[in-house]
């Protein structure tokens, strides 16, 4: 007997939005880019093509930069901060209705599991959304007393710093544009979108969501196209107010350079290269579960990856025992097999530089405890890996590598300023991993890793906590109260008495 299995109605959603004709939001109308271009997008598990994409750059950013600049004194400026928050919520209510499809259409694009995408990166939006809706109603500023005796009343307030260009990487990359988009538009702010050419999908998928959710054109604009030339018009443009990047420190490089043409604000949060640091007292089996989980999640490619791990001498067999039986357990697919656990990196270019990492490893004097390969001839798929004999001056322990590729390294001291000095020692300090039963251990780590975040023993991030980098690793922070804040200026008005 011949049973056909029927594609679930999510299935064929996806499916058609990916073959739909593709085109840009601008001012509410969907639009070709200017010039006619379009650019390949690619499923990193088989290297087919399953889309074209406009390929946007200064004329149709310069047209969306129009739109957003018309719409900030719109219809949107008259909402109340209540009628903002609720058209978010309606979003996020679309959105979790329709999570299935998206996370398909992620995992075609980007190539991380189904399963992760919809309760990691789906649930996560959503989350995200109606956390920032409730702070639409909440931006105060305060009454101030001034310190001369001059008989004045003082306050603040805070107004939308106006419109904002959102500039996405591929590893998260519906979740990375709404992280930016729910505080922005909570925050009464237009925007233009502009995501990673790697995964323009998701972006664009959004896109006809949010005006199906009723937003008034030119609120939300979304250009595809490539960072050199529709990423580099949105930076240099003189009317946009503010820049959102994540992505590498290279290009917030660039991005500084360009912001000071109009001096806009700038919000980047770039690499990392966090350490993870396991002192003899841990729960060694939840540190291996968590080390683990946050260097190959994501097949590695995580801001915020534990790609350094300094094990204390008495317990660094063990962990790399155990972290090795996981790398070499994980199953590495397509994430549309059910049985996957980590897909593949997002392009031939990304599991190049990983794989060349890792051979750079080798002839600095590393050595391979597990994986270090390509796994199979088709699509982009690297194995779970870990280095052993890394030394400080190598460049897999400096460098973001972006893959599943962990830099194992044990210290033998006790002296806590000496573990901080070594795990502080790169660029980076964007987030960190503390794993210890001593509180008074744990909290002085804390005070002395130079990093964004101190995640002891599992804790994660959150849409309330701020999260950020010190030194390369960014500029101001995303989430919480300091992330939508950074959606606003503040105004302070003294009032002669
Ligand atoms: P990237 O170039 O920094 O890409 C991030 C975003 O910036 C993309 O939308 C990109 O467009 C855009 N962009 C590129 N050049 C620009 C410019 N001159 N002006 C304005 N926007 C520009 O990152 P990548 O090349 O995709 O990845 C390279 C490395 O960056 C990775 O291996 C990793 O080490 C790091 N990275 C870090 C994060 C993070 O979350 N911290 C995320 C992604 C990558 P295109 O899509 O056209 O490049
Ligand atoms: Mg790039």
């Given at each position: 007997?011949?049973?056909?299995?029927?594609?679930?109605?999510?299935?064929?959603?996806?499916?058609?939005?990916?073959?739909?004709?593709?085109?840009?939001?601008?001012?509410?109308?969907?639009?070709?880019?200017?010039?006619?271009?379009?650019?390949?997008?690619?499923?990193?598990?088989?290297?087919?093509?399953?889309?074209?994409?406009?390929?946007?750059?200064?004329?149709?950013?310069?047209?969306?930069?129009?739109?957003?600049?018309?719409?900030?004194?719109?219809?949107?400026?008259?909402?109340?901060?209540?009628?903002?928050?609720?058209?978010?919520?309606?979003?996020?209510?679309?959105?979790?209705?329709?999570?299935?499809?998206?996370?398909?259409?992620?995992?075609?694009?980007?190539?991380?599991?189904?399963?992760?995408?919809?309760?990691?990166?789906?649930?996560?939006?959503?989350?995200?959304?109606?956390?920032?809706?409730?702070?639409?109603?909440?931006?105060?500023?305060?009454?101030?007393?001034?310190?001369?005796?001059?008989?004045?009343?003082?306050?603040?307030?805070?107004?939308?710093?106006?419109?904002?260009?959102?500039?996405?990487?591929?590893?998260?990359?519906?979740?990375?544009?709404?992280?930016?988009?729910?505080?922005?538009?909570?925050?009464?702010?237009?925007?233009?979108?502009?995501?990673?050419?790697?995964?323009?999908?998701?972006?664009?998928?959004?896109?006809?969501?949010?005006?199906?959710?009723?937003?008034?054109?030119?609120?939300?604009?979304?250009?595809?196209?490539?960072?050199?030339?529709?990423?580099?018009?949105?930076?240099?443009?003189?009317?946009?107010?503010?820049?959102?990047?994540?992505?590498?420190?290279?290009?917030?490089?660039?991005?500084?350079?360009?912001?000071?043409?109009?001096?806009?604000?700038?919000?980047?949060?770039?690499?990392?290269?966090?350490?993870?640091?396991?002192?003899p007292d841990a729960d060694l089996d939840k540190a291996i579960e968590g080390a683990s989980r946050g260097i190959f999640a994501n097949t590695g490619q995580t801001c915020a990856a534990n790609s350094r791990l300094y094990a204390?001498?008495?317990?660094?067999?063990?962990?790399?025992?155990?972290?090795?039986?996981?790398?070499?357990?994980?199953?590495?697919?397509?994430?549309?097999?059910?049985?996957?656990?980590?897909?593949?990196?997002?392009?031939?270019?990304?599991?190049?530089?990983?794989?060349?990492?890792?051979?750079?490893?080798?002839?600095?004097?590393?050595?391979?405890?597990?994986?270090?390969?390509?796994?199979?001839?088709?699509?982009?798929?690297?194995?779970?890996?870990?280095?052993?004999?890394?030394?400080?001056?190598?460049?897999?322990?400096?460098?973001?590598?972006?893959?599943?590729?962990?830099?194992?390294?044990?210290?033998?001291?006790?002296?806590?300023?000496?573990?901080?000095?070594?795990?502080?020692?790169?660029?980076?300090?964007?987030?960190?991993?503390?794993?210890?039963?001593?509180?008074?251990?744990?909290?002085?780590?804390?005070?002395?890793?130079?990093?964004?975040?101190?995640?002891?023993?599992?804790?994660?991030?959150?849409?309330?906590?701020?999260?950020?980098?010190?030194?390369?690793?960014?500029?101001?922070?995303?989430?919480?109260?300091?992330?939508?804040?950074?959606?606003?200026?503040?105004?302070?008005?003294?009032?002669?008495?």
């Amino acid at each position: 007997m011949n049973v056909e299995v029927q594609p679930k109605a999510y299935e064929k959603r996806a499916a058609e939005f990916i073959a739909s004709r593709q085109q840009m939001l601008i001012g509410g109308a969907w639009v070709d880019a200017a010039s006619g271009e379009t650019f390949e997008v690619e499923n990193p598990a088989t290297g087919q093509v399953i889309a074209h994409v406009p390929s946007g750059d200064g004329a149709d950013i310069d047209a969306a930069v129009k739109a957003a600049r018309r719409a900030l004194s719109g219809p949107w400026s008259k909402l109340t901060p209540a009628q903002r928050a609720a058209m978010i919520w309606r979003m996020s209510d679309a959105l979790e209705a329709s999570a299935e499809e998206f996370a398909l259409i992620e995992t075609l694009d980007n190539g991380k599991p189904f399963t992760a995408a919809l309760n990691g990166d789906l649930r996560t939006c959503v989350e995200n959304m109606r956390y920032n809706a409730g702070w639409a109603t909440k931006l105060n500023g305060e009454q101030i007393n001034p310190s001369s005796p001059t008989a004045l009343l003082a306050y603040t307030m805070r107004e939308p710093v106006g419109v904002v260009g959102l500039i996405v990487p591929w590893n998260f990359p519906l979740t990375m544009a709404v992280n930016k988009l729910s505080p922005a538009l909570a925050a009464g702010c237009t925007v233009v979108l502009k995501p990673a050419e790697q995964t323009p999908l998701s972006a664009l998928r959004l896109g006809r969501l949010v005006e199906a959710c009723g937003f008034p054109e030119g609120v939300v604009n979304v250009v595809t196209g490539f960072g050199h030339t529709a990423g580099q018009a949105l930076t240099d443009h003189p009317d946009v107010d503010k820049i959102s990047f994540t992505g590498s420190t290279e290009v917030g490089r660039k991005i500084l350079r360009a912001a000071g043409g109009n001096f806009k604000r700038v919000m980047l949060e770039l690499g990392g290269k966090s350490p993870v640091i396991i002192f003899p007292d841990a729960d060694l089996d939840k540190a291996i579960e968590g080390a683990s989980r946050g260097i190959f999640a994501n097949t590695g490619q995580t801001c915020a990856a534990n790609s350094r791990l300094y094990a204390h001498r008495s317990v660094f067999d063990r962990m790399l025992e155990g972290i090795s039986e996981r790398a070499s357990k994980l199953r590495v697919g397509d994430g549309t097999d059910a049985a996957t656990e980590i897909g593949p990196v997002v392009s031939r270019t990304q599991m190049q530089r990983v794989l060349g990492y890792v051979e750079s490893g080798r002839s600095e004097g590393a050595s391979v405890a597990v994986g270090g390969q390509r796994r199979g001839d088709q699509g982009y798929f690297v194995e779970p890996t870990v280095l052993v004999q890394t030394s400080r001056s190598m460049r897999v322990v400096q460098e973001e590598i972006f893959g599943p590729v962990l830099c194992a390294m044990s210290f033998e001291m006790d002296d806590l300023d000496r573990i901080a000095t070594e795990a502080n020692d790169t660029v980076y300090g964007l987030s960190s991993a503390v794993w210890t039963r001593d509180i008074t251990t744990a909290h002085l780590m804390a005070r002395k890793i130079k990093a964004g975040m101190v995640r002891i023993n599992g804790g994660g991030v959150d849409h309330a906590l701020p999260f950020g980098g010190y030194k390369q690793s960014g500029w101001g922070r995303e989430y919480g109260r300091e992330g939508i804040e950074a959606y606003t200026e503040l105004k302070t008005v003294a009032v002669a008495m």
